[in-house]
């Protein structure tokens, strides 16, 4: 079966502008979660998305940063205004269980590159 | 913020030798995973060990867990080329796994 899916794969934007990122969970997953990665660093939580509960937004760094997920299909990580600081890796994953608990099952991720 | 330590930062090692690297931690856990990833891009799960278990072995893999140290390790043994990656270590607790910062290891040929 499918794994997760991401894209774009890579994304190079000027800084001050919007981008979003798309994140496809393995089918029936009821869980999701976006990372963030700087070079060389380890995994930052950004937010969580169970089924039709209210996300856990407590990782986005900025009011730039917002992501939605509709049911327990396809979710979008928005960064407005980008600054160069938001260069990082962004990686989504899923789980069929609660995910501390659980493997996570992750994508490619979204090299974001913001010039 | 990052829940687990791991050390060594970076690992060299010969072919055939045993890579092992360390997992601290500061709070409780329900479980201890450990993930691999190549080329900077996407995680692949390798195992989980949960708090009441103190040992897991996966083909090459052997972890333990002393939750009363705090720490885990990751045991690779006869390494392989394709095993260089950086390994990250994830503490679990409630919906959230905390990951590290990792350990990169490089298996010379």
């Known amino acids: 079966g499918a794994g997760v899916s991401q894209s774009p794969s890579n994304k190079v934007t000027e800084k001050g502008k919007d981008v979003e990122l798309r994140c496809d969970p393995i089918?029936?997953?009821?869980?999701l979660y976006w990372y963030r990665q700087r070079l060389g660093q380890g995994l930052e939580f950004l937010i969580y998305f169970q089924g039709n509960s209210a996300p856990d937004k407590s990782g986005l760094p900025s009011d730039r940063f917002s992501a939605e997920r509709t049911g327990e299909s396809v979710s979008t990580l928005t960064i407005q205004r980008t600054q160069q600081e938001d260069s990082a890796v962004y990686l989504c994953?899923?789980?069929?269980?609660?995910?501390?608990?659980?493997?996570?099952?992750f994508g490619p991720g979204t090299r974001l590159t913001v010039l | 913020s990052q829940q687990g330590e791991e050390d060594p930062q970076a690992l060299s090692i010969q072919e055939g030798e045993n890579a092992t690297m360390n997992c601290s931690y500061k709070t409780s856990i329900n479980n201890l995973q450990w993930y691999r990833q190549n080329s900077g891009r996407g995680l692949v799960h390798l195992i989980l060990i949960r708090s009441n278990e103190r040992e897991k072995h996966s083909g090459r893999l052997r972890v333990t867990l002393d939750t009363s140290k705090k720490s885990s390790s990751l045991l690779i043994t006869a390494s392989r080329a394709a095993d260089t990656a950086s390994y990250f270590c994830a503490t679990g607790y409630d919906y959230k796994l905390s990951f590290g910062a990792g350990t990169t290891v490089t298996v010379r040929a």
């Open positions: 994953a899923s789980t069929d269980g609660t995910g501390g608990y659980n493997e996570q099952f």
């Open positions: 089918s029936g997953h009821t869980a």
